[in-house]
């Protein structure tokens, strides 16, 4: 686990142990662990499972509107990773995991996307054509600090230039997850408006 900046620490009320206790209470411990994927988690979930399914959520959107202080930014330069906003609906991918396996799996995954606990963790329908499962969802309220909002073009250029944190850089982060959508046949127009606006296409690999 990477160490938290001396400079971040969680707001109040928002100790990452306490969520992670609240979700072990309502996952139960007795059925298989299901978990949503609209992000990174498409194209490096980092846990095993023994099933992926492409699946929608309704209610919710992908949205790349989080400010990121640790993972793909820094407090003096902050970037942007993905977060699902009220509203409309999100195309991803929904895992699987073995009973056995899922509370070290959610604890991996706390470590990753909730060090300062700012996504709020929820237990979203996920339609999928298997039928539908209930799975973990990692999502934001616009009422949160993280939360961005709309930014000038100017801003994600800056941002796509600079921000970089312990997982590399916003941009990278948001090319993988557009590619990982393509490759589902998925096809993100706001994700791709902020591409352009950040130029990110320009030195593509």
């Known amino acids: 686990m990477f160490p938290i900046p001396a400079?971040?620490?969680?707001l109040p009320g928002r100790?990452?142990?306490i969520f992670l206790q609240r979700t072990l209470q309502q996952w139960g411990g007795e059925e298989d662990l299901w978990v949503f994927?609209?992000?990174?988690?498409i194209w490096r979930p980092d846990f095993?499972?023994?099933?992926?399914?492409?699946?929608?959520?309704?209610?919710?959107?992908?949205?790349?509107?989080?400010?990121?202080?640790?993972?793909?930014g820094t407090p003096e330069r902050p970037g942007l990773v993905f977060a699902m906003l009220p509203g409309g609906?999100?195309?991803?991918?929904?895992?699987?995991?073995?009973?056995?396996?899922?509370?070290?799996?959610?604890?991996l995954l706390w470590q990753r996307e909730m060090p300062l606990a700012t996504y709020d963790p929820r237990w979203l329908a996920c339609n999928t054509q298997e039928g539908p499962v209930r799975a973990l969802a990692f999502t934001?309220?616009?009422?949160?600090?993280?939360?961005?909002?709309?930014?000038?073009?100017?801003?994600?250029?800056?941002?796509?230039?600079?921000?970089?944190?312990?997982?590399?850089?916003?941009?990278?982060?948001?090319?993988a997850t557009y590619d990982g959508l393509q490759a589902m046949g998925i096809r993100d127009r706001a994700l791709e408006q902020v591409l352009h606006w950040g130029q990110a296409w320009e030195h593509k690999d």
Request: charged content about 25%; glycine content about 8%.
């Open 15 to 17: 100790d990452p142990q």
């Open 140 to 175: 934001l309220s616009r009422r949160s600090p993280s939360y961005c909002g709309l930014l000038p073009p100017e801003q994600y250029q800056r941002i796509f230039a600079e921000s970089a944190g312990i997982y590399g850089t916003t941009r990278d982060y948001a090319l």
């Open 48 to 72: 095993d499972f023994a099933e992926r399914r492409d699946a929608r959520v309704f209610g919710w959107h992908r949205a790349l509107k989080m400010w990121s202080r640790i993972n793909r």
């Open 89 to 107: 609906s999100c195309q991803g991918a929904a895992y699987r995991i073995p009973a056995a396996q899922g509370s070290e799996t959610l604890r």
């Open 37 to 41: 994927g609209y992000g990174s988690l």
């Open 7 to 10: 400079t971040l620490s969680p």
